[in-house]
């Protein structure tokens, strides 16, 4: 059983169209994280959001952690072919060392 | 450039062999960690330490190895390869302090086929 759950698993868009991608859990995590993961490549860090209700933007993309530190998601406006990837989110408990992976959203951009 | 050295990118092993997957980092990270990445299942934890000396399992440690003996080098060792352990591995590193740890960066990870 995953302990975050993300969805869309797959997302296939035309280029300049909004999209939101969702990571859901029912255990309250003390951070969370965002990655992007290109193919043949490790993941890559986008942002860490550590406070409930917190947003942080970058540059197109609106990361927003969850009141209750249980679920966060991604926005990306006028999506482009560059944004194209494997998007994980990654939470991190108060009561231990371990971050936990979600499954993934896999976005194509279509040009 | 700093970051996570991973050797080797491709790896085949026959069943029961054993292997030595290296990770470095020149980041002075107290926090390293192995993944393995399997279509469908995400990351999954295998082994991970928050200092030389200290390791830790994760979510799947079975039939894996860690020591920590330095800060840069955080090795993964598979004792008897089986063909379940065909996947993908990465190694991760980060700041760690109060008990947390920060952003990971990432490896290129390593690809293992056991036949």
């Known amino acids: 059983t995953q302990l975050l759950e993300q969805s869309p698993q797959f997302l296939s868009i035309q280029e300049g169209e909004n999209l939101t991608v969702y990571c859901n859990s029912s255990s309250v995590f003390s951070s969370l994280q965002w990655y992007r993961q290109e193919p043949g490549e490790g993941p890559v860090l986008l942002v860490t959001?550590?406070?409930?209700?917190e947003v942080k933007k970058l540059k197109r993309l609106t990361f927003q952690f969850g009141d209750a530190r249980k679920d966060s998601s991604l926005h990306i406006t006028a999506a482009q072919p560059g944004d194209t990837g494997l998007y994980l989110c990654a939470g991190s408990k108060s009561t231990g060392n371990q971050f936990y992976f979600g499954t993934g959203t896999s976005l194509t951009v279509i040009p | 450039n700093a970051g996570v050295t991973q050797t080797p990118k491709f790896q085949v092993l026959k069943t029961g062999q054993s292997m030595t997957l290296q990770c470095a980092q020149d980041?002075?990270?107290?926090?390293m960690s192995w993944y393995r990445q399997d279509p469908g299942m995400g990351l999954r934890l295998i082994h991970y330490?928050?200092?030389?000396?200290?390791?830790d399992q994760g979510e799947v440690p079975n039939g894996y190895n860690v020591s920590r003996s330095t800060t840069e080098d955080f090795p993964l060792r598979l004792l008897s390869a089986a063909p379940s352990q065909t996947s993908v591995y990465f190694c991760a590193s980060s700041y760690y302090s109060r008990r947390r740890s920060y952003g990971y960066t990432f490896g290129s990870g390593t690809r293992l086929t056991v036949v």
């Open positions: 330490s928050v200092g030389a000396g200290i390791t």
């Open positions: 959001v550590v406070t409930g209700g």
């Open positions: 980041m002075n990270h107290e926090y």
